[in-house]
C-alpha cells in the first residue's frame, strides 16, 4: 500500500529555517505531481507549493521566494527560509499517482515571534 512518511517539523524562531521531508513508498513508476499543504487553527487547508513530473513548481504568493519544493525519486522536500509567525500550520505532504491522491499525516511547524 501507498504510505507517506513526514518529517523535519518543528519550533523555530522567526527568521529561521526548516526543511521537511515525505518519502513516499508502496507503488512502481513516477508519481504525476507531488506537492505540500498547510493548515492552521481555524483555517482551510491551503496549498504552499507543488512540483509535476516533469519538474515544473508552482507556489502560494504568500511563500514565493522564501520557500523551494524539489524531490529526488520518490522523496519530497519543501526547504522554508525567513519563516514567519503566519507560516505556523500542520504541514501535509500529497502525492498524486494513477492509482489516486494520497496524503501524509502531517507535520507540526510553528514559528515563534
Known amino acids: 500500500q501507498v504510505q507517506l512518511v513526514e518529517s523535519g517539523g518543528g519550533l523555530v524562531q522567526a527568521g529561521g529555517s526548516l526543511r521537511l521531508s515525505c518519502a513516499a513508498s508502496?507503488?512502481?513508476?513516477?508519481?504525476?505531481?507531488m506537492g505540500w499543504y498547510r493548515q492552521a487553527p481555524g483555517k482551510q487547508r491551503e496549498l504552499v507549493a507543488t512540483?509535476?513530473?516533469?519538474?515544473s513548481r508552482d507556489y502560494a504568493d504568500s511563500v514565493k521566494g522564501r520557500f523551494t519544493i524539489s524531490n529526488a525519486k520518490n522523496t519530497v522536500y519543501l526547504q522554508m527560509n525567513s519563516l514567519q509567525p503566519e507560516d505556523t500550520a500542520v504541514y501535509y505532504c500529497?502525492?498524486?499517482?494513477?492509482?489516486?491522491?494520497?496524503w501524509g499525516q502531517g507535520t507540526q511547524v510553528t514559528v515563534s515571534s
Open positions: 512540483i509535476a513530473s516533469g519538474g
Open positions: 500529497k502525492v498524486v499517482l494513477w492509482l489516486g491522491t494520497y
Open positions: 508502496g507503488w512502481i513508476g513516477s508519481a504525476n505531481a
